[in-house]
C-alpha cells in the first residue's frame, strides 16, 4: 500500500483520548495513523485555556505530519449535553427552545454556544440532534430532540444549525435515520424502528431532508436497524449499505461528510466487532468512524481499515471519495484559521451572551395546573435524584464547587430556607424509597427533583408515596415526569437540572417570579 493511499485511509478515523493534555497515545494516533480527527469529552475539559491551548498543540503536531488540519469534535448540544459548562455561556437544551417560542433566539444562542467553541479551537459541533422524540420512553433522546413532530424539531433544528454556522464551524445532525422512537439506548442495545417506507419519508426523514436542502455540513449515523430499509433486522443503519448509500447518498442527494455514532457501543462492539465494524461501516457509505474512548480498540480499527485497503476489499475510489468529502468539510474558516486564535480565548461569557441565556432559560420553564410557591417560613426536605455514575448518555456534572450540582440545595440555602437534602439515584433501591418515605412524612414541606421518573418505576413509587398537600415536583431533565403527580402544589420543568435551567425555577418556587 503507497504511503499515500496509508495516509488516505487514517483520515477515515477520528478518536478521543484521555486528560487535559496531549497525551503519547493520541500523539501516535496523528503521527503514525494520520487521523482524520479527535473528539473531546468532559474527561479533556478543565478551563477554556486549558482546552484552547491542547487544540492547538493537537493541529501543531498534526501539522508536523499533514497539510490537513484536524477535525476536533465534540458533543455540545446544550442543556444536558454539554462537555464544557466552565467558562462559557450555559445554552438550554434543544427542547426548550419549543416552549420558548423564539427560532431568532435559537439562533443567536447557536452561534454564540458554537463561536465560543470556535474560540478554543473546536470546529466541529456533534449537533444539532434532529431526531423527533415522539416516544416519551425514549431513555437517550428525551430532551436532547427540539421538539415531538416533524414541524417543531424542522424549525428550531435547521435554527440552531444556521446558528452554528454562522460562527464558521462545522455541523453534524444526527442520528440518522432517527432515533426518536426507540425505547431501547443504542448505547447498549439495538433498537427497531418497525415503521414503513412512508411512515419513515413523512416523519423520521423529514428532518435529514429539510437540513440537507438547508446545506447541513455532516451527518451521524444511528446505530438502530430500519427493516423497512435494510431487510437483515441484525444490521444497524451504521453498517448499512441500503441505508447509508441507497437512501443517504443516492436517494436523499447527500454528498457531505458521514460520521458514524461511536463504534464501541454494544450493536458493534458486542456483534460484528469494532475492527469489522470499522470496515463494514465504511462499505456501507460512512466517511468516518469514531472509536471514542479506548487506544487498543483504535489502533485495531486503524489496522482493520489498512488490511481492507490492501487487500482490495476497500476500493481506493471509495476511499478517494471519502477522503475528499472530509477535506471539503476542512476548508470552513474554523479549521483552517486555528494558527490565528489567541490563547487564552477572550471572548467567552460575554454579558450580553448571558443576559440572552438567562432570559431563555427563564423563558422555557413551564408551569403545569394550579401552582402555589413555598412558605419561606417552612422547613424544606428536597429529594434530588441525581446520576453518581457516568454512562454514556449521563455524565456527572460535579464541578469543583458545591454551585455546580445539578441540584436546587445551594439556591434554596441561599434564600434563607430551613433545607435538608436526601440524594438518590434515578435507579433508587425499595429500601432507599421506604427511607425517604418515611421522611416525608414528617416534612413540612416537599421539593422533589426528579431525573426521568417516567423510566424509573422506584421513582414513581416515591411520588406515589409523598403527601400531595406538602409536595412540589420539578421535572429536573424529561418534561413528562410532570403528568406522574397531576395534584402536588406545583409542577415545574426547565428540560434540564443544571445550575442555569434551575435558577429560575428557584425564582417560581421562592414566589420571586409570576407563572
Not at 419561606?376 to 455546580?404: P, R, Y
Amino acid at each position: 500500500m503507497s504511503e499515500a493511499l496509508r495516509r488516505a485511509v487514517g483520515q477515515l478515523l477520528m478518536v478521543g483520548f484521555e486528560g487535559y493534555e496531549v497525551n503519547a497515545h493520541i500523539e501516535q494516533m496523528i503521527r503514525r495513523y494520520h487521523i482524520g480527527g479527535v473528539i473531546l469529552f468532559r474527561r479533556n475539559i478543565d478551563t477554556p485555556a486549558q482546552v484552547a491551548a491542547m487544540c492547538r498543540r493537537l493541529q501543531e503536531i498534526n501539522a508536523e505530519v499533514s497539510d490537513q488540519p484536524l477535525l476536533i469534535g465534540i458533543d455540545q448540544e446544550g442543556g444536558m449535553v454539554m462537555r464544557i459548562e466552565e467558562g462559557v455561556t450555559p445554552l438550554p437544551s434543544a427542547m426548550a427552545y419549543q416552549a420558548v417560542g423564539s427560532v431568532d433566539d435559537c439562533v443567536a444562542l447557536s452561534r454564540i454556544g458554537a463561536d465560543e467553541l470556535r474560540q478554543m479551537g473546536i470546529n466541529l459541533n456533534l449537533a444539532p440532534d434532529l431526531d423527533i422524540n415522539n416516544n416519551p420512553l425514549n431513555p437517550v433522546i428525551g430532551v436532547r430532540a427540539f421538539g415531538e413532530d416533524v414541524a417543531t424539531v424542522n424549525r428550531y433544528g435547521l435554527a440552531a444549525m444556521r446558528g452554528m454556522q454562522d460562527a464558521g464551524i462545522g455541523v453534524m445532525a444526527k442520528h440518522f435515520p432517527g432515533h426518536g422512537d426507540t425505547a431501547a439506548d443504542s448505547h447498549y442495545a439495538l433498537p427497531v424502528v418497525p415503521h414503513d417506507k412512508a411512515r419513515l419519508d413523512a416523519v423520521e426523514l423529514a428532518p435529514f431532508k429539510a437540513a440537507i436542502a438547508a446545506g447541513v455540513d455532516s451527518m451521524m449515523t444511528a446505530h438502530v436497524v430500519f427493516p423497512a430499509i435494510e431487510p437483515d433486522t441484525s444490521v444497524p443503519a451504521t453498517l448499512s449499505r441500503a441505508v447509508l448509500t441507497g437512501l443517504l447518498r443516492d436517494e436523499l442527494g447527500f454528498d457531505g461528510l458521514v460520521l458514524t455514532d461511536c463504534l464501541e457501543m454494544a450493536p458493534i462492539a458486542e456483534g460484528i466487532g469494532i475492527a469489522e465494524g470499522a470496515v463494514l461501516s465504511v462499505l456501507a457509505g460512512a466517511d468516518m468512524v469514531l472509536v471514542s474512548h479506548l487506544p487498543h480498540r483504535q489502533t485495531a480499527a486503524a489496522e482493520a481499515l489498512y488490511a481492507a485497503a490492501r487487500q482490495g476489499r476497500l476500493d481506493a475510489d471509495q476511499i478517494v471519495t471519502a477522503t475528499r468529502r472530509i477535506h471539503a468539510l476542512k476548508q470552513k474558516p474554523a479549521m483552517q484559521d486555528w494558527r490565528s486564535l489567541p490563547l487564552p480565548p477572550a471572548g467567552l461569557r460575554t454579558p450580553d451572551a448571558l443576559a440572552l441565556a438567562a432570559r431563555v432559560q427563564a423563558d422555557a420553564v413551564q408551569l403545569v395546573g394550579a401552582f402555589r410557591p413555598l412558605d419561606t417560613g417552612k422547613s424544606v426536605l428536597l429529594i434530588t435524584l441525581e446520576v453518581h455514575t457516568h454512562t454514556e448518555i449521563d455524565e456527572v456534572a460535579l464541578g469543583k464547587n458545591k454551585e455546580e450540582r445539578g441540584s436546587l440545595l445551594p439556591g434554596l440555602l441561599d434564600a434563607g430556607l430551613s433545607v435538608s437534602e436526601a440524594v438518590l439515584e434515578p435507579n433508587a433501591r425499595n429500601e432507599d424509597v421506604a427511607r425517604i418515605a418515611a421522611l416525608a412524612k414528617q416534612a413540612e414541606q416537599i421539593v422533589l427533583q426528579s431525573y426521568n421518573a417516567v423510566l424509573f418505576s422506584s421513582q414513581q413509587a416515591l411520588l406515589a408515596a409523598l403527601p400531595v398537600d406538602r409536595t412540589w415536583l420539578v421535572a429536573g431533565r424529561l418534561p413528562y415526569d410532570l403528568d406522574l403527580a397531576p395534584r402536588v402544589q406545583g409542577r415545574l420543568a426547565a428540560f434540564g437540572n443544571r445550575p442555569a435551567a434551575l435558577a429560575p425555577v428557584l425564582e417560581h418556587l421562592l414566589g420571586k417570579r409570576e407563572g
